[in-house]
């Protein structure tokens, strides 16, 4: 798992590079750099069942305050430095002032910077998560299967409603199918089943269509009716990953160090690149004249910070979390108990 988030966080990075258009379709991006922040959500699915199933979970403890702030810290920390380095560097380099309001806004919104949406996104998945999983540890196919329709249902709802972009960056209800998949995956034993011919045909039928419909409306322009906001991740974009995640989750012979060691820290490294990409590429572009060699730069860069920002960050949230989780964790007992 760890090999796949790495691979997903280079891509991340890769994306954010000054890459024109005609690189990103000549090198056919949509097909796999783009697919990274999907991936990331199967594997976010994948991984929260598993702790939820070894912690033998009910659906009231998944709302209990000690898991949700647990939750919420262990995103919020590394967060906090990244979005106050966006908000320094929009201070000094083009003079903006914030009010209170504007920056509980700012924050709430994510910050500035690539990828910023995704701190807002996942503390909705935290909230929303538990009723997917209980839904789908029920009816694991059925439970797929509705969440894809929900996942649909928004995409025509936002497009009558006239939602703009800035709002829809921002709503978790778009990564509904990807987070179900990736709970599907773990409720059906993904990784020590491998799946039957037949179901492998229907996976790879799946993955047709995702395939054809990035090429309709990428390639050839074609304006999608409903799923107008970025096209290529969008619900029927990524069922292209069905079939590619189905034979990775169960292959466990492909191995890196290196990447796998950048896969634990991808949140962090995610959190350097959004404060990088506000003004270290432009420095990079000064200084080394090719810009391939210049991507290369970047990419490293910011996979050694955030890789040290894991190693430091990682200890002090652990013992955060474990504190409030302990403290909130004797007020519910004490509650329960009728104490004082």
């Not at 949700?68 to 003079?95: C, D, H, N």
């Not at 806004?105 to 994510?110: N, P, R, V, Y």
């Not at 996942?122 to 540890?137: E, Y």
């Not at 492998?200 to 990035?214: D, E, K, P, S, T």
Request: aromatic letters at 18%.
């Amino acid at each position: 798992m760890d090999l796949i988030k790495g691979l997903c966080i280079i891509f991340v990075v890769v994306t954010h590079c000054g890459w024109d258009e005609s690189e990103r379709r000549f090198l056919l991006f949509p097909y796999w750099i783009e697919m990274a922040v999907p991936i990331f959500m199967v594997i976010t699915g994948y991984n929260i069942s598993g702790s939820f199933e070894r912690k033998e979970y009910t659906l009231h403890k998944c709302y209990s305050p000690s898991r949700i702030v647990g939750s919420f810290l262990r995103f919020f920390i590394p967060f906090l430095p990244a979005w106050i380095f966006t908000v320094m560097v929009r201070i000094i380099e083009k003079g903006m002032c914030f009010s209170i309001y504007q920056l509980i806004k700012d924050f709430l919104s994510g910050g500035a910077g690539p990828g910023s949406y995704y701190f807002p996104v996942m503390i909705q998945v935290i909230v929303i998560f538990p009723l997917m999983w209980f839904t789908i540890k029920k009816k694991p196919l059925a439970g797929l299967i509705l969440f894809f329709v929900l996942n649909v249902s928004f995409e025509i709802v936002k497009t009558v409603c006239g939602m703009s972009v800035r709002y829809y960056r921002l709503c978790s209800f778009r990564y509904l199918f990807v987070l179900a998949y990736g709970c599907y995956l773990y409720f059906i034993g993904a990784r020590e089943n491998k799946p039957r011919i037949g179901t492998w045909f229907v996976h790879v039928i799946i993955g047709l269509v995702g395939a054809v419909y990035i090429f309709f409306f990428y390639y050839l322009g074609f304006t999608p009716l409903f799923t107008n906001l970025w096209t290529v991740t969008s619900v029927f974009a990524t069922l292209l990953i069905v079939p590619i995640l189905r034979f990775l989750f169960g292959e466990d012979k492909i191995t890196s160090r290196v990447i796998e060691e950048i896969g634990k820290a991808s949140y962090n490294i995610f959190c350097v690149q959004m404060v990088f990409f506000m003004k270290g590429d432009a420095i990079v572009s000064s200084m080394i004249k090719n810009k391939y060699v210049g991507f290369g730069v970047i990419i490293i860069v910011c996979c050694l910070i955030g890789y040290l920002y894991y190693l430091i960050e990682t200890p002090i949230t652990k013992r955060m979390c474990s504190r409030i989780e302990r403290m909130l964790g004797c007020v519910n007992l004490s509650k329960q108990t009728g104490g004082d």
